[in-house]
């Protein structure tokens, strides 16, 4: 392998022979061999020093014999031979003002008298101010305090409906004899919260002293399933009321867990009742005729409707005093309302001209999708004050009582659906003044 040659392994012969390379190095103009006369000095006796180089491919030079010379001062050429290595002797010292600097630095540090150091303490760092000490103070003007007075009234507190809550006073008192007053829950879509209402808002009815009657008019049986009845064990239903006169309310109506509610059971074979109440004269108050035996005996009677505007509706209607409209917070809900209203209408006009609509009930609500915020503010916009004040917020709270068989304010007494229920209690009260 070809060894890589330095700056300083020039060949013996070329130095030696022929004499350092440029004859005008020296700065003088005179040949390069007369440097040596000069190296050794007038009246010296020390020998020319050896520059021998041990090169990288073995070849040696002739080695000189070492003697003691006192070091003189010399006139160097200008190329600096600091990095030749001289095993015999040291290189005399070279008069050049940066080798003076470095001399005098080391020693400098030669004679400096070692200090003991102390350990590393840092800086304590300020925490920046928040307003800068040489800031203008246009840019942070001082807070001012607020002028003494009288403090602003607030206005009235707004409801999810963006109106102010009314005051509903206080529960007015049971009336004497009791005459019961018949509300329908009703909305021909389905999954809206009717049966939901209709369970909660008769038990909270109950917390205020009433005696409430819930009967299941949906052929499903899913009142009667939310309180704890099993409707396919049912020898009786209220089927058998409508299309036998041979079977008394008192053998079908069944108590509940919650005291002073009561209900009339429903399971499939309504959904018979139907078509067999075609044929039947007056067929449209067959159910006022059965609620009219035990009207006496109750305060408030709330009916769940079918999800559909047929017979077992119009029934429903026609029975009744007062409709509330649960409404799911969504599109196809609302589209519903219309068709409902003029199903109303109709009632009123052909078969029961007392039927008042008690309100209209926003059903799970959720104020954190702006869908739910706009349909009811379009259902408002729309009705104005048919609409309760009192919205039914979206809860897992409702799905749970349906399995434990009992309503949510005994289920979770202290929840925000137990407490909106409640509200709402008062203020179908507050509205119909039922006594």
Request: glycine share 8%; charged share 25%; net charge negative.
């Amino acid at each position: 392998m070809e060894s890589t040659q330095h700056a300083y392994d020039w060949p013996q012969q070329d130095w030696q022979q022929d004499g350092w390379p440029g004859e005008d190095q020296r700065g003088d103009g005179r040949p390069a061999d007369d440097w040596r006369a000069d190296a050794v000095g007038a009246g010296s006796t020390a020998a020319a020093p050896d520059f021998t180089v041990p090169g990288e491919l073995g070849e040696q030079a002739d080695e000189a014999e070492p003697s003691d010379h006192d070091h003189h001062d010399h006139d160097h050429p200008e190329r600096d031979h600091s990095d030749l290595d001289h095993p015999d002797h040291d290189h005399p010292e070279r008069d050049h003002p940066e080798h003076d600097r470095e001399n005098a630095a080391q020693e400098a540090v030669d004679q400096r008298v070692p200090v003991e150091s102390e350990p590393f303490v840092p800086e304590a760092r300020e925490v920046p101010a928040p307003r800068p000490d040489d800031a203008p103070e246009e840019l942070f003007p001082a807070p001012t305090p607020a002028a003494a007075g009288p403090v602003a009234e607030q206005g009235p507190e707004l409801g999810p409906t963006g109106r102010p809550w009314p005051d509903l006073g206080e529960v007015p008192p049971v009336a004497v004899p009791r005459r019961a007053m018949i509300v329908a829950m009703c909305n021909q879509k389905g999954g809206v919260g009717k049966t939901t209402t209709t369970i909660n808002l008769g038990a909270a009815l109950t917390e205020l002293g009433r005696r409430v009657l819930l009967v299941d008019f949906d052929p499903q049986g899913s009142l009667s399933v939310g309180l704890g009845v099993n409707p396919h064990t049912l020898d009786k239903s209220i089927y058998n009321l409508l299309l036998s006169r041979d079977v008394g309310i008192d053998e079908v109506i069944a108590e509940t867990n919650v005291e002073g509610l009561e209900i009339l059971p429903s399971n499939i074979d309504l959904s018979a009742a139907e078509v067999q109440l075609v044929s039947e004269v007056a067929r449209e108050q067959t159910l006022l005729r059965v609620l009219e035996k035990v009207r006496d005996r109750y305060d408030v009677i709330l009916i769940d409707c079918a999800p559909s505007l047929g017979l077992l509706t119009i029934n429903a209607l026609t029975a009744a005093d007062k409709v509330i409209m649960p409404l799911e917070c969504e599109f196809f809900a609302l589209r519903g309302i219309a068709l409902l209203t003029d199903t109303i209408s109709k009632v009123q006009e052909r078969l029961n001209p007392d039927l008042q609509v008690l309100g209209i009930l926003g059903t799970m609500f959720d104020s954190r999708t702006l869908h739910s915020r706009e349909v009811l503010e379009r259902v408002v916009q729309a009705f104005g004050d048919d609409v309760f004040h009192t919205v039914i917020r979206r809860t897992v709270k409702f799905p749970e009582t349906t399995v434990a068989g009992e309503p949510i304010t005994t289920y979770a007494s202290t929840s925000p659906g137990a407490t909106a229920y409640r509200t709402l209690a008062r203020e179908v009260l507050s509205r119909c003044r039922v006594g």
